[in-house]
């Protein structure tokens, strides 16, 4: 057959179905017609966009692609260790394998040096930093999460390219690190597509507010049973630790509970975010650009948490606020 009567065949095949159909169509218009003095059913109500990812081992498991919009992250940690997933914004082109060799190679090298007592080995490692690190941006993404629990926080996605990423130590190795050539450690290559999932923002029950100076509870209350805490990122800060204000929640078990979390969270000393945690973590939200806003959500039994910050020092910094909830 040549170009011409293929072009034939496809433009007659249209009429010649319906040619056949016609009978059969003019059925389905009088069945039909009852129908259409029926109230239109409403458009359902939009459904919160939920993604889930798993932290198995020290590996990430989850999608590559989703929408953009309001982004629930089920957060489920399959492992034996404690994780976070903090999402970076990476500038444009970087990819996780780039971040692994570029950032976190000296990071670790710099840990090395740091638990060596090396000072020259440390600022031989933070020099190697690439010039793009001043670049990178956070967006959020589920805070610390004990061993087999699940997490779930909220943030809006602008479309592009994201990374997930886990620093938590075992061993003294972060969980960034690469654990051999070509291989990756806890970074996940995560792209946001232009399409809007139209999810509804979060209601929550209690508003959290972080500025340069701590925590402050500005409306509502925790309860026993399901709450979902929004929290307004009204100032962010550059911390020596390379990050900035977030927020965890953590079980107070015991009086030295705090203490020994707050030591826990300088990830820069040699037992700081070394696995296993000292206290269980219930989830939370990491970093996120000053005037944007997130929400997790957690359930509570009776006792006594903590609001508690991945930083040197959080106490003393005002980002501790402990709270009890009832019966
Ligand atoms: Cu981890």
Redesign the pocket.
Known sequence: MNRMLVFVALAAGPFLLQGCGEERKATEEVAAKPQSTTIPAPPPEPQPHVVEFR?VG?TFQGPSEIPAGWTTFRFVNASS????AMLDVPPEGITAREISDAVMQPFQDAMDGMNAGDEEAVNAAFGRFPEWIGELGRNGGPGFLSPGRAGQTTVYLEPGHYIME???KSDGIF?TTSPGEGQLG?LLDLTVTNQNSNAPEPQANATLAIRNSGFELVSGELNTGTNTIRVDFIEQQALPSFVGNDVHLMRVDGEDSIAKADAWLDWRTPDGLEDPSPVTFLGGINDITAGAHGYFTVDLEPGDYAFIAEMPGPQAAGFVLPFTVGE
């Open positions: 932290a020290k260790m404690t994780h976070f886990c620093y938590v969980h806890m």
